[in-house]
């Protein structure tokens, strides 16, 4: 019964390549967020999704493309992966008018 | 855009000493203050959050209050244990749908039994 479910865990792949990361939430709720925490464990927004519309697309190379194919999935593309891009992705859910933010367990990317 | 500042960046005590963490927001729109505890390698899980219609709030340990005229809002943890050795975050962010959380970067807990 978990919450927010990210897959893969752990991302190990060379400079250049192209790499998804999936998230999904059961707990109906109608914004999901991608959230990258670097080496120094620094947690910055990249993206939130309401409706399947974007509503916040932050500072971050257009290398990386959110999608949101339903409420229930937002899931995140990378091209032409960098050195810099390792990090962890964090995606989170809430519903609106309530404020909790529950997060998945992340996935783990190392660029070679 | 929201900035917050938390400090200290790392925080070491013994076992059943209090602990404190502060932080800072900019944006006065902002009403939200959720605290966020994070395990090694584990995602971040709300631990106790305020809302700006409140100064302070308890929860058995842990305690938050909220001072919205000098935009600074602080973790209160009394009785340290082992287990409450972790990274914790304070964030900030308004209820505007799809707005996200501004977070502090981050206080290393260490406690010493």
């Known amino acids: 019964d978990t919450a927010v479910s990210q897959t893969p865990k752990y991302l190990v792949t060379q400079m250049g390549n192209d790499k998804s990361i999936k998230c999904e939430q059961n707990?109906?709720?109608?914004?999901m967020y991608w959230y990258k925490q670097d080496s120094k464990k620094f947690l910055k927004i990249m993206f939130s999704?309401?409706?399947?519309?974007?509503?916040i697309n932050e500072t971050v190379p257009n290398r990386f493309s959110p999608k949101s194919p339903d409420k229930a999935h937002l899931n995140l593309h990378i091209n032409s992966l960098e050195l810099g891009d390792s990090a962890v992705y964090f995606c989170?859910?809430?519903?609106?008018?309530?404020?909790?933010?529950?997060f998945g367990p992340g996935t783990r990317l190392l660029v070679l | 855009g929201e900035n917050v500042e938390q400090h200290p960046s790392t925080l070491s005590v013994q076992e059943g000493d209090s602990a404190v963490i502060k932080c800072t927001y900019s944006?006065?729109?902002?009403?939200?203050f959720p605290w966020y505890k994070q395990e090694l390698g584990k995602r971040p899980q709300l631990i106790i959050d305020?809302?700006?219609?409140?100064g302070e709030k308890k929860d058995q340990r842990i305690a938050v209050t909220l001072n919205k005229t000098a935009k600074h809002f602080s973790l209160h943890i009394t009785e340290t244990q082992p287990e409450d050795s972790a990274v914790y975050f304070c964030?900030?962010?308004?209820?505007?749908?799809?707005?996200?959380?501004?977070f502090g970067k981050g206080t290393t807990l260490s406690v010493s039994s």
């Open positions: 305020i809302r700006s219609n409140v």
């Open positions: 999704y309401n409706n399947k519309e974007l509503i």
């Open positions: 707990l109906g709720h109608d914004t």
């Open positions: 944006d006065s729109a902002s009403n939200y």
């Open positions: 964030a900030a962010r308004d209820n505007q749908a799809g707005t996200a959380l501004i």
């Open positions: 989170a859910s809430s519903q609106s008018g309530t404020t909790t933010q529950y």
